[in-house]
């Protein structure tokens, strides 16, 4: 939301959050059981949400798991 983040995606289960002026990695959460296809920012950018093909995943900004919900709950 600030621009000051970026999240990538690789091998569709790992995402890293890096600073977007120095590339350096910030978090790197895994856990992600199901191939990832859509990562993003909250508004006011504290956490980042992966959503996968069965669950979505809140992430705090120390890498650890916030929140699950199964797609199918929802």
């Known amino acids: ?3 000051k983040r970026v999240a ?3 091998r569709q289960r790992v995402i890293e959050v890096l600073d977007a002026a120095t590339g350096k990695r910030l978090i790197a959460p ?3 059981d199901d ?3 859509w990562v993003a ?3 006011d950018g504290k956490t980042v949400t992966t ?3 069965a669950r979505a ?3 705090t900004p120390a890498g650890e798991i916030k929140g699950t919900a199964e797609l199918n709950e929802l």
């Open 30 to 32: 895994r856990g992600h």
């Open 1 to 3: 939301p600030d621009g």
């Open 51 to 53: 959503v996968g093909e």
């Open 41 to 43: 920012f909250s508004p």
């Open 57 to 59: 995943t809140v992430w």
């Open 8 to 10: 990538l995606l690789h």
């Open 35 to 37: 191939p990832i296809c």
